[in-house]
């Protein structure tokens, strides 16, 4: 499937490696221009040589996503360079670690809160307004398959990525009636630094490189989807419905 996203500007959010980056490459490719956020400036730069190269254009902000204030003069400065914004791939997160939930550190579990949700809630504040001023918004929440399984020590970040898709669903649910979509993605086991973070003893080349996902994942950014709260699993490549416990 050929997308074509010339004129549109994206913003992508832990850009500088495994899925974040792939993607921001992927969607410079098809035209867009991709606003890159990660904390390590040495990604970035590799990604916006990797994007140049494509023939496609980025700019870079590095900085540390739990900086709240740093979240919202992002969402003031897409404004006011480019008074709205078509595309958000929420992709930053951390794993913490994988332990008993009463083993875990307090300032691991706060830290993989702040993370992966805090920050996502702040970031849809931001740049909220800034979708609804696009034509056709379109917002790419990334989660896990932990989220609904809740397997014996992911606590940490399980509990972050319901949290997360929850929020999610709840975003999709109050802009349903606009030309906003929001939806959650689910890339399953892939070939990034915090998978082998999680399972050490895995052999990488036995899972889905990230250019891959990302691949995968580009249509959730056309202008021609329809679909809006609904989860995407990659593995499957299909779109899956939510449904209350039975």
Same mark, same amino acid.
């Given at each position: ?15 500088? !490696?495994?899925?974040? &980056?792939?993607?921001?490459?992927? =969607?410079?490719?098809?035209?867009? %221009?991709? *606003? ?14 990797? #994007? ?9 902000? @590095?900085?540390? #996503? ?18 709205? =914004? ?7 997160? #951390?794993?913490?670690?994988?332990? @008993? =939930? ?23 504040? /931001?740049?909220? @307004? ?11 929440? =990334?989660? /896990? ?11 940490? &970040? ?10 999610? !669903? ?6 349903? %009636? ?5 939806? *959650?993605?689910? @890339? ?6 915090? $998978? ?14 990230? /250019?891959?996902?990302?691949?995968? *994942? ?24 939510? $449904?209350?416990?039975?």
């Amino acid at each position: 499937m050929n997308i074509d996203l010339k004129g549109r500007i994206a913003l992508v959010t832990g850009a500088s !490696r495994g899925i974040g &980056y792939f993607t921001a490459l992927a =969607l410079a490719k098809a035209g867009a %221009h991709v *606003i890159a956020t990660a904390r390590t400036v040495g990604g970035l730069e590799d990604l916006d040589d990797a #994007i140049k190269a494509a023939g496609g254009t980025a700019t870079l902000v @590095p900085f540390d #996503i739990t900086d709240m204030a740093a979240i919202d003069k992002l969402g003031a400065s897409i404004f006011e360079r480019w008074g709205k =914004l078509d595309i958000l791939v929420a992709n930053a997160g #951390i794993l913490g670690v994988i332990s @008993p =939930l009463g083993h875990i550190e307090a300032k691991v579990f706060e830290k993989v809160m702040l993370t992966n949700v805090t920050a996502t809630w702040r970031l849809i504040r /931001s740049v909220e @307004p800034l979708l609804t001023k696009s034509d056709a918004g379109r917002a790419l929440i =990334l989660s /896990s398959g932990v989220a609904s399984k809740a397997p014996a020590f992911w606590g940490a &970040y399980s509990i972050s990525k319901a949290a997360v898709e929850n929020m999610a !669903r709840i975003w999709a649910a109050e802009t349903a %009636h606009t030309p906003l979509k929001v939806n *959650i993605v689910n @890339p399953g086991a892939t070939r990034t630094a915090m $998978r082998a973070q999680a399972m050490p003893g895995e052999d990488p080349e036995t899972l889905p490189h990230p /250019s891959e996902v990302a691949q995968k *994942i580009l249509f959730l950014a056309s202008p021609d989807l329809q679909d809006t709260g609904r989860l995407f699993v990659v593995r499957d490549n299909k779109f899956v419905d939510f $449904r209350a416990p039975e």
